[in-house]
């Protein structure tokens, strides 16, 4: 669960540079997970905490395990769906700045309305703050650095990736007006995705359920499709609102062991700085990978 410094074609200043605010920061090395609910009860964006909080009970096994603690620390916060994805992305994205560790994991879970959210949080994040330069002039714990757009050549810069992305029957707009072909593009950002999905309701009740796209960018770990357990009984060709509901919290509350298995999992991998020098970027790039 270690991070370390990869050092073949890196510049002598850029490598004890890294190295020596990596050493300044110390331990523990935080990992990030934000969680999006769906509109589940009556609820429209904001907190959920106690016991509708999705992190809660991984944090305290985590960080009370001799296996990652002290040398990392999971924090996690989670936020019920909203119809409009501005009413929670900005709150979200203000954790993950507070909270984020270029050394770290960034992991995203999302089920149903919050799918989009998610989406939209990784389409905010891949916009604005596709990339993190570190402070190496005097760097310290609390500052680590700063979320930039561009890589100008001022500094050492990582490349920001969501570690992990996973869905769980995304819930995206098909009226008033078919919005789900750019909702359900995943931005370059996101390095791998997990999701489960159905679209028998494909064209029903005014939402859309199914598959998002990815480029080559993004490794998918799990993509599993849920209609074959559409119960016959319900006519699949003709299914009522009752019966769609229900089959989407099916889907979702199905899938939840899948998603816990893929946030355990990327926790627990090792990770390496590597150089990442696209033609005709200026100054160091860097980029954290897992060690698969």
């Not at 002598?12 to 769906?38: N, Q, R, S, Y």
């Not at 019920?80 to 709150?91: I, K």
């Not at 993950?96 to 999302?110: E, K, S, V, Y």
Request: glycine share 8%; net charge neutral; with cysteine.
């Amino acid at each position: 669960m270690s991070c370390k410094l990869m050092t073949p074609a890196i510049s002598a200043e850029a490598a004890t540079g890294l190295a020596k605010a990596m050493d300044t920061w110390g331990d523990p090395i935080v990992d990030t997970w934000v969680a999006f609910l769906g509109m589940f009860g009556g609820h429209n964006g904001g907190e959920a905490g106690g016991q509708d909080d999705a992190t809660a009970d991984y944090k305290r096994i985590f960080n009370n395990s001799p296996l990652y603690a002290p040398k990392r620390k999971l924090v996690g916060k989670t936020w019920w769906g909203a119809m409009n994805s501005s009413d929670v992305v900005q709150s979200a994205l203000a954790f993950i700045l507070q909270n984020f560790d270029p050394r770290g994991r960034l992991i995203i879970t999302a089920a149903s309305r919050g799918g989009l959210n998610a989406l939209d949080l990784c389409r905010a994040l891949h916009r604005d703050r596709r990339l993190f330069r570190v402070r190496t002039d005097q760097p310290s714990a609390s500052s680590k650095g700063q979320f930039v757009s561009d890589n100008d050549g001022s500094g050492l810069t990582l490349l920001v990736r969501v570690d992990l992305l996973f869905l769980l029957d995304a819930t995206l707009d098909l009226l008033p007006v078919p919005r789900f072909p750019a909702q359900r593009m995943l931005p370059d950002i996101c390095d791998s995705l997990g999701e489960i999905f159905q679209d028998v309701d494909l064209d029903t009740e005014g939402v859309w359920h199914g598959k998002v796209s990815r480029t080559s960018f993004t490794s998918e770990l799990i993509s599993m499709n849920m209609n074959s357990l559409f119960p016959a009984s319900m006519n699949p060709d003709s299914p009522k609102k009752a019966d769609l509901d229900w089959f989407h919290g099916q889907v979702v509350s199905g899938g939840v062991p899948a998603m816990i298995k893929e946030v355990q999992r990327e926790l627990t991998r090792p990770v390496e700085m590597v150089p990442r020098r696209p033609p005709g970027t200026p100054g160091m790039e860097m980029e954290r990978v897992r060690v698969r």
